[in-house]
């Protein structure tokens, strides 16, 4: 029986990842959860929080809340997390698509920025591409300016969180239709399989959901 290490920058478990990855490995495959701030304080996980010129993520908690919190503070922790999974599973997933420096494992680590970059990548080819991208936080804006700036020719950026819920998520996502995008990417682990179809029914165009981008690297992992 396949086991999948799962890290979330946030605290585990992720229940509202894991089942929709699960879709994608069978039921036989298991998965293994660690999350970056399990065992922390609200003021330790208050203390994360970004300055300066930090990337900003978004993560859940366990109750189910979220939080925001810094590149910088979180990237060894990260580390940690794959150190104690490392020796026990045949994978690990990375649940987050923000930008990260090289992590190391010794098994294959998915993570989820490469996998999904390089998808719109191979969809846009050498032609005019216009991308749009939904984000948790308008302060996510000049990260993603920087990231897929390297891979599409033109870029709208809208913000809704996914830990806000289905209905702020569709009410920002539909409004990608006045930019007239070529496709629009979910650029979050947060946002469900839900969000995707509701906006795929608003928008005239294919929206890519980075869970599955992911589920589907690891199936072949497992």
């Not at 298991?30 to 990337?55: H, I, K, Q, W």
């Not at 150190?83 to 992590?103: H, M, R, W, Y």
Request: net charge negative; hydrophobic share 40%.
């Amino acid at each position: 029986m396949p086991e999948i290490g799962a890290i979330t920058i946030g605290q585990s478990p992720r229940v509202d990842i894991i089942p929709e990855l699960q879709v994608h490995l069978g039921s036989e495959a298991v998965f293994r959860e660690l999350g970056a701030l399990d065992g922390l304080t609200p003021a330790e996980v208050d203390a994360m929080r970004p300055t300066g010129d930090n990337e900003v993520l978004v993560t859940r908690m366990r109750d189910g809340s979220s939080v925001t919190i810094s590149d910088e503070a979180v990237i060894p922790r990260i580390q940690q997390s794959i150190q104690k999974l490392e020796n026990d599973v045949s994978a690990i997933v990375l649940l987050c698509t923000g930008t990260f420096p090289i992590l190391t494992a010794k098994v294959p680590l998915l993570v989820p920025e490469y996998l999904l970059t390089n998808f719109v990548r191979g969809m846009a080819g050498v032609k005019p591409f216009k991308l749009g991208v939904l984000t948790p936080d308008e302060g996510q804006f000049n990260q993603q300016e920087t990231r897929w700036r390297n891979v599409v020719s033109e870029l709208a950026l809208r913000a809704a969180s996914p830990y806000d819920g289905l209905e702020a998520v569709v009410e920002e996502g539909r409004r990608f239709k006045t930019d007239e995008v070529d496709a629009v990417v979910l650029d979050c682990m947060g946002y469900t399989g839900e969000m995707k179809e509701h906006l795929r029914r608003e928008l005239p165009c294919p929206v890519i959901l980075a869970r599955s981008v992911v589920g589907r690297f690891a199936a072949e992992l497992a």
